[in-house]
T-cell receptor
């Protein structure tokens, strides 16, 4: 089955610096890669996602890159701010064929990002 | 849209008691997922349903855990009997899939924090 590895497990940066979180996946059939942000005591919330037909996607200070050949994808946060401090999860999923229904997501273990003011 | 609704938000019970967690997915979503989150194990998928049918329950830890989805707008996760090691935050998530609006984005509920004494 699919396995998703996420690194680093903790990341501390100075406000204004960039942060990069990397994930690798094992199942070449995976074609959907979302990133979730979870603040302390709250639910995971989608911040950006990418599908396998795209190599890069940006949304303001957040970008995600995908290398299908190497089976890895990364989250880039530029100009970090204290409110970016949270746990970030990557995930990988595939459109499994159960009569048109979809499959599940496999999540990485998470990266705790701390942005120091 | 009210989002995914879970109840109760907090549950404290004694070992041996039955616990029932409830989830109402986003209207129109046809997939529902139950997750358990702990510091040690991270985010674990317990079971997921598509069109009210359980697709994969391999993540259910043992026979003490059971889940049902009697209709498209309601699901329960039951633990009987509960044990202290079941203490965790349980998240329900839903997503839409299939047809012209294929998407694998999962939207999480606020979670139920379960404490078993």
């Amino acid at each position: 089955g699919e396995n998703v590895e996420q690194h680093p497990s903790t990341l501390s940066v100075q406000e204004g610096d960039s942060a990069v979180i990397k994930c690798t996946y094992s199942d070449s059939a995976s074609n959907y890669f979302p990133w979730y942000k979870q603040e302390l005591g709250k639910r995971p919330q989608l911040i950006i996602d990418i599908r396998s037909n795209v190599g890069e996607k940006k949304d303001q200070r957040i970008a995600v890159t995908l290398n299908k050949t190497a089976k890895h994808f990364s989250l880039h946060i530029t100009e970090t701010q204290p409110e970016d401090s949270a746990v970030y999860f990557c995930a990988a999923g595939s459109q499994m064929n159960y009569g048109g229904s979809q499959g599940n997501l496999i999540f990485g273990k998470g990266t705790k990002l701390s942005v120091k003011p | 849209d009210a989002g995914v609704i879970q109840s109760p938000r907090h549950e404290v019970t004694e070992m041996g008691q039955e616990v029932t967690l409830r989830c109402k997915p986003i209207s129109g979503h046809n997939s529902l997922f139950w997750y358990r989150q702990t510091m040690m194990r991270g985010l674990e998928l317990l079971i997921y349903f598509n069109n009210n049918v359980p697709i994969d329950d391999s993540g259910m830890p043992e026979d003490r855990f059971s889940a049902k989805m009697p209709n498209a707008s309601f699901s329960t996760l039951k633990i009987q009997p509960s044990e202290p090691r079941d203490s965790a935050v349980y998240f329900c998530a839903s997503s839409s899939g299939g047809g012209a609006r294929r998407t694998d984005t999962q939207y999480f509920g606020p979670g139920t924090r379960l404490t078993v004494l």
